[in-house]
């Protein structure tokens, strides 16, 4: 729920009972503020904790540093002087051992990095104004989604940022916190993963960011595998191997297919569509028989007891979902709902509002075996209509 935000300062309200006691759950335990040159986290004193200091624009060893050694403690704070060899901008957090338990929280250096060797997403990073910032990443994202054949270098530094966060929330930086409203950036990173490991971790994005791999569009995985086949075919040809072998073998996507399958069961029939999998094993079963046999389990487990889907507020919206639904319970319309809106999302027919983003995530948490297999069938169904 909290991932579900990409707000590193959101809080979930649980209710325990009917006198309506409540634990109130956050991503951070204790604040961490940055003033005169000293960064100070409050209520750690007797803890075991090391403040770090993570580059945004450089993923390589250069770009960490332990402040810890800088660190005092003063009653019921560490302080900790921010040194004045820093370059450009980065992220300061507090570790307790696996742990990031202090906010991240952007410190900028006192030295100017040298960025004439950056790729273009490398210093749309260290831009000091967030317009221009943000500009400049959507700018460079823009390339990525048409395919340009020039974003390797932006790729590959996604990719290994994604390698040194060790435990840092995503959202702490810029080129992760927008990814969510480039799908087709999403789809394109997966696809140019150069191993299993890197692949895992995109795919792990979908936890800590509003990113559901459901509701990328099927033509931008399309597109980012065709990509990702270039890309492969220069790299072979810059070896010197032979064009058509080098066609024959860049084209042979199975194994990252395949592992993508197995991280997500979900991206089978989208990547069936897109031409990378074979349809073999998917539900087809009709969307009635799927939905009166969740209701017979009765494991939907509804959050939002309504008798409105918020998928059916805007008519033309509402004509695209199954009439037949009307027939059950209408308190769990909305949760029978939430597999036909991703697969609306993923045909790319419409693209889901925050409050439509959060009940089809949590409807895939509450059932994912019928969410699954109504997600299947009913993208299919939009397919062939």
């Known amino acids: 729920m909290l991932s579900a935000t990409g707000d590193l300062d959101a809080e979930v309200w649980l209710t325990l009972d009917s006198n309506e006691r409540r634990i109130v759950v956050a991503h951070y335990m204790k604040p961490l503020s940055i003033s005169k040159g000293t960064i100070a986290l409050r209520g750690a ?30 009653e019921t704070e560490i302080l900790t002087e921010i040194p004045d060899d820093l370059y450009g901008p980065g992220v300061a957090c507090a570790r307790s051992g696996a742990a990031i ?23 749309a990073t260290v831009y000091a104004s967030e317009g221009e910032r943000r500009r400049a990443i959507h700018e460079s994202f823009e390339e990525i989604s048409a395919a ?18 060790n435990g840092i929330s995503p959202v702490s930086f810029d080129v992760f916190r927008y990814l969510p409203e480039h799908l087709p950036v999403a789809a394109a990173l997966m696809a140019s993963a150069r191993n299993d490991q890197e692949r895992e971790r995109v795919w792990a ?45 860049a084209s042979n996507l199975s194994p990252a297919i395949e ?9 089978r029939t989208p990547l069936t569509l897109a031409g990378r999998h074979t349809p073999e094993g998917l539900p087809n079963r009709s969307l ?11 494991q939907i ?59 089809i995530r949590s409807a895939l948490a509450d059932d994912p075996f019928y969410f699954a297999e109504a997600y299947s069938v009913r993208l299919r169904e939009i397919a062939r209509s």
């Open 205 to 249: 994005l979908e936890r800590e960011l509003p990113l559901l791999w459901v509701v990328v569009p099927v033509r931008a995985w399309v597109l980012a595998f065709l990509a990702q086949i270039e890309r492969q075919e220069r790299l072979l040809l810059e070896a010197g191997i032979d064009k058509g072998l080098s066609r024959n073998w």
């Open 45 to 74: 004193a007797d803890d075991e904790v090391l403040i770090e200091w993570r580059s945004v624009c450089d993923p390589t060893p250069a770009g960490y540093r332990c402040l810890s050694d800088k660190s005092i403690t003063v």
């Open 259 to 267: 592992h993508i399958v197995s991280l997500d069961e979900n991206l």
């Open 301 to 359: 487990n509804s959050t939002n007891i309504s008798e409105m889907s918020c998928f059916r507020e805007a008519p033309q919206l509402a004509s695209q979902f199954p009439s037949s639904f009307f027939r059950f319970s209408q308190e769990h319309l909305e949760s029978l709902d939430a597999p036909c809106a991703a697969a609306l999302a993923s045909a790319d027919r419409f693209r889901p509002t925050p409050t439509q983003f959060r009940r």
């Open 288 to 298: 009635d028989e799927i939905a009166q046999d969740c209701i017979r389990r009765n």
């Open 101 to 123: 338990v202090g906010r991240p929280t952007i410190v900028v250096g006192s030295r100017e990095i040298d960025a004439s060797k950056f790729c273009l997403l490398q210093k």
């Open 148 to 165: 340009a054949k020039n974003v390797d270098s932006e790729l590959y530094f996604m990719h290994d940022m994604l390698g040194v966060l």
